[in-house]
């Protein structure tokens, strides 16, 4: 007879999961920055120096003493003695003292004695005034700092400027080269492993024969998988039984981090993968069943230490409990700092409902709102479908939750989308 499920909320069924799995620091290796896009930091990374290392103008202009300029207006300037350039990519070869200027382009070094910078289009050089020096009208006062990068405004020097746990994105990419900071330990990558089950599942590459269907959850895990920092480790299509499952599930505990296995959708297929789980080491078995649709069969379990997933076979059931599941596991071992989803707000284009008690997720696609009075840019429109009919998944632009607090939600609500 097929095991009684017993059902635990999404989020209970996942903190029990990462809960019991191992805190340790993760393995590590030394990568150069440039190709470190997406990676988590293994350590805080602290700055060698300052940023910027020198005082530098953010405008082109004229470096300034701003008590010179305090006042200056169109009908009644400053004027200020030019005593020379700043040239670019060298240190200044003048000093500014009371009453002069030097003129000064963006990003150069600010000369010792300005503590300012007038912007070039609020001055005018006097032409023929029979000055031994040139001099510059000034038609806008300018304070202290102004137009002005001091030393370490941007950066500290030992400042972490990088915590353990952060994902790089381009700007941290920028800011390590700044600080010439060319190579850092990151989290080494979890290798994931993938097995797909059922005597009816043949590879994408085969033509099926009327019954069979090809696979699809290997991939579309993979890809999730590799998306979010690990390494999917395909272990091929197992047929429904439980001997060849539990041989290829232990080799690839035994290689991998992570273990998913995705069963078919009968009672049987599912309690094989149970057992699996069970004999695979201790403690087994954490959660059989969770409260949510699509995924309700879903197993998540803890053997000699590694976790282990068993999915339901249908394609969107499977992804959509990758999201829930599996993408949480990855960031967890790779010690990521925990980070909000992207989610935009939208108004339902059509009624939803939903069995109180279950948390319910519907793929939705996003189309421009064209009411733009309530300020939402954005409609959600419900794709309806079968949880094994991947394309309803595909031409989704976001998932809905409906809580299991509600009964279903009601044309024109305003919904939150988590964006996938």
Known sequence: MPEFLTLLPPDEAREKLLAALSRATP????????????????????????????????????????????????????????????????????????????????????????????????????????????????????ADGENVIRIGEDVAKDQIVIPKGATLRPAEIGGLMALGITSLRVARKPMVGLISTGDEVIEPSQYPRPGQVRDINSYTLGALIERSGGIPVRYGIIGDEFELLKSASAKALNECDVVIVTAGSSA??????????????????????????????????KCNGKAVIGLPGNP??????GYLFVVPVIEKLLGAIPKPKATVQAKLTVNLPSQAGREDWWAVKLVANSDQVSGIRYQAEPIFGKSNLIFTLAAGDGLLKIHPDATGLSAGEIVEVVLI
Do not use: W
């Open 27 to 142: 393995d590590s290796e030394i990568l150069a920055v440039d190709s470190a896009l997406g990676r988590v930091t293994a350590e805080d990374i602290v700055a060698p120096h300052p940023l910027p290392e020198f005082p530098r103008t953010t405008v082109d202009g004229y470096a300034v003493r701003a008590a010179d300029t305090f006042g200056a207006t169109d009908s009644l300037p400053a004027y200020l003695h030019l005593i020379g350039e700043v040239p670019m990519g060298d240190e200044p070869s003048v000093e500014i003292g009371a009453g002069q200027c030097a003129l000064i382009h963006t990003g150069g070094m600010l000369p010792d004695g300005a503590n300012a910078v007038v912007m070039l289009e609020y001055t005018q050089r006097i032409v023929g005034s029979g000055s031994v020096r040139p001099e510059i009208e000034v038609f806008k006062s300018v």
């Open 268 to 301: 049987s297929t599912r309690d094989m993968t149970a057992e699996v789980i069970r004999q695979l080491g201790e403690p087994g078995v954490l959660v059989h069943g969770i409260n949510t649709r699509p995924g309700k069969p879903t197993i998540l379990g």
């Open 316 to 321: 969107v059931s499977a992804l959509v409990n």
